[in-house]
């Protein structure tokens, strides 16, 4: 039950609506916070998960590499 309603949630993110607790929308640019690609730059692709933490695919802006960040690792720009 639980992975419908967190389906329904992404499902709903993506096509523009908000979830509670998920800071960034579709194309929110986004910087990194940490790790290995720490300050590179880059856009929200995608919602992956609501749950225990949002977490993102970010496409980096220079590179075009595609990453799963969490919410805490983000910063908006």
């Avoid at 690609?37 to 590179?63: H, K, M, Q, T």
């Amino acid at each position: 039950m639980m992975g419908s309603i967190m389906e329904k949630e992404v499902t709903g993110w993506a096509l523009g609506g908000t979830v509670s607790g998920v800071a960034f929308t579709r194309a929110a640019h986004v910087r990194i916070l940490g790790g290995a690609f720490l300050n590179e730059c880059g856009s929200v692709r995608e919602l992956i998960c609501v749950d225990p933490e949002p977490c993102y695919r970010v496409e980096l802006d220079a590179s075009r590499v595609t990453l799963e960040v969490a919410q805490s690792s983000l910063d908006r720009l």
